[in-house]
């Protein structure tokens, strides 16, 4: 076993090369959603774009655990950086003139990649948290809120900076921009990251991978509905209804709904990661002993559900796009994006609370799996449920999603002693 690095100096390398990964990733589904809609794809081949995406995300996670664990978590950290540079480049070799058939499949394979990326990014960032954080005091909850919160707010600018790029640069050259600038801050994480960190065990069993925890499994399946709930609105339906609203179809009136549409999709992002940092202050965290936390996850998925289902009931007495409805859908996503963010939170702290440090990155990753699966859940639902049912259908989906994730987290407990060991 190595040494442990300096706690701080390793934290803010990791921190720093999570932010760079989260600013390209936020850019580019912007960049991908605005430009493939105003080349005429419909709801579900929008959708369809972003499916290999998420089950690249879940294959990843449920692999890069063991991985991590057979090879160490600055090799999983440095790949995904590379290989989002890779799927960048790639990407801006698109040609235009190729069928949509063939668009579709290339942009999906790149997508994929970019998937991988993601998640082996994510999975070594927050198990490092768990080696990192300092004992006591919430000191845990502390520090992966500040992260988790940082980075989604980090990844917020990249949906305004995805936008602003399009309208400047054009698809191709900002996507080539990006990968230059994560390239580049590749080469100087590799060269300032302290040494320390887990370099891996030759005897890791991928079996390992599946926990015995009946904790770990519950709060992974309320991780999927979590998700599922948020992105059956947030990756295509809710964009592309702002999009029409806000556009006249004009050269200029497009411009402008690209940047109003990244707009609202940055602030939605920074809020919610704003919130995040905080919810160990909002939820008493320092002061509450760990069961009281394990119960509030349900009281939390519940107060979430009461968001959709009010704006599914709005979206269903409207006749079609109005100024009423718009305003309605704007304060009401806000606020489910903070009340999201605790959710979100509180799960991130607690599945590093329920994993112990020898397998961290096994449960970390199992439970990444699983929040990949509710995205790719709610990414196929997005374009299916607007296209077939508007507004309404499409949160009211959200809403059935969130009662899912509330059911699971009932089933926390907060004495773990009669559970099989991991």
Do not use: C
Request: proline share 3%; no cysteine.
């Amino acid at each position: 076993m190595s040494a442990r690095p300096d706690g701080l100096s390793a934290y803010v390398a990791v921190t720093a090369a999570y932010w760079a990964f989260m600013l390209t990733d936020g850019a580019l589904r912007m960049l991908v959603l605005l430009h493939f809609h105003t080349l005429g794809f419909t709801p579900v081949q929008l959708a369809y774009l972003f499916v290999l995406y998420e089950i690249a995300g879940m294959i990843t996670n449920l692999a890069a655990g063991w991985i991590a664990a057979r090879f160490g978590l600055t090799s999983t950290l440095y790949a995904g950086l590379a290989i989002q540079v890779v799927a960048l480049v790639a990407l801006a070799r698109l040609d235009p003139d190729w069928a949509i058939g063939l668009s579709v499949a290339y942009v999906m394979l790149v997508q994929g990649a970019s998937g991988v990326a993601k998640d082996l990014a994510k999975m070594s960032s927050k198990s490092a948290v768990k080696i990192l954080a300092p004992a006591g005091q919430g000191g845990l909850f502390r520090w992966v809120a500040l992260l988790t919160g940082s980075k989604n707010a980090v990844k917020g600018l990249g949906f305004l900076l995805g936008a602003a790029l399009l309208a400047t640069l054009g698809f191709a050259w900002a996507v080539l921009a990006m990968a230059a600038v994560l390239a580049a801050i590749l080469v100087a994480v590799l060269i300032v990251m302290p040494p320390g960190l887990p370099k891996g065990r030759k005897g890791a069993k991928f079996s390992e991978v599946f926990s015995k925890s009946a904790n770990v499994n519950w709060l992974s399946a309320a991780r999927v509905f979590l998700f599922g709930a948020r992105d059956v609105w947030f990756v295509v339906g809710i964009p592309i209804y702002f999009y029409a609203v806000l556009s006249d179809g004009t050269e200029a009136g497009n411009r402008a709904a690209f940047f109003l549409v990244g707009s609202f999709m940055a602030l939605w992002i920074i809020l919610y990661g704003a919130v995040q940092a905080a919810a160990p202050r909002l939820l008493r965290a320092a002061a509450r002993p760990e069961a009281e936390l394990v119960h509030a996850a349900r009281g939390w998925a519940w107060g979430l559900f009461l968001v959709p289902a009010a704006l599914a009931v709005a979206a269903l007495l409207s006749p079609g796009p109005q100024a009423w409805l718009t305003a309605t859908l704007v304060a009401g996503l806000l606020v489910f994006g903070a009340i999201f963010a605790v959710n979100s939170s509180l799960h991130s702290y607690l599945i590093l609370a329920f994993t112990r440090a020898e397998r961290v990155t096994m449960d970390v990753g199992f439970y990444y799996m699983a929040n990949a699966a509710g995205r790719l859940l709610g990414t196929v639902l997005s374009g299916l449920t607007y296209q077939l049912g508007g507004l309404a259908l499409m949160l009211g989906t959200a809403a059935v999603m969130l009662a899912a994730s509330a059911l699971a987290a009932g089933r926390l407990r907060a004495d773990r002693s009669a559970e099989a060991p991991a």
